[in-house]
């Protein structure tokens, strides 16, 4: 394991704490899609590639609503 690495317990512990943030079932969905998503690559679940997706998806977004919508959600993940 790499110095300064979580446990894989740990990991799980912390994103389940953004998910708990949530307070709007729009945003569970998102995130839940995105989960799903990076599972079905095969990849880890992780705060780093949830952001990942995030951007991509604000970077496609085309209304205002969306855009808003994705900020929010990176907002999310990078408070603490």
């Known amino acids: ?4 690495s ?9 994103l389940a704490h953004y998910f708990n943030k949530i307070d709007h079932p729009r945003q569970l969905e998102t995130l839940g899609r995105i989960a799903v998503e990076i599972l079905r690559e095969n990849k880890p679940v992780s705060r780093r590639i949830i952001c990942l997706k995030l951007i991509g998806c604000l970077e ?4 205002e609503d969306d855009r808003l919508h994705y900020r929010g959600l990176l907002t999310l993940l990078f408070s603490q």
Request: glycine letters at 12%; zero cysteines; aromatic letters at 0%.
């Open 1 to 4: 394991m790499r110095q300064g």
């Open 6 to 14: 979580l446990p894989p317990a740990e990991k799980t512990n912390g």
């Open 60 to 63: 496609k977004a085309t209304s």
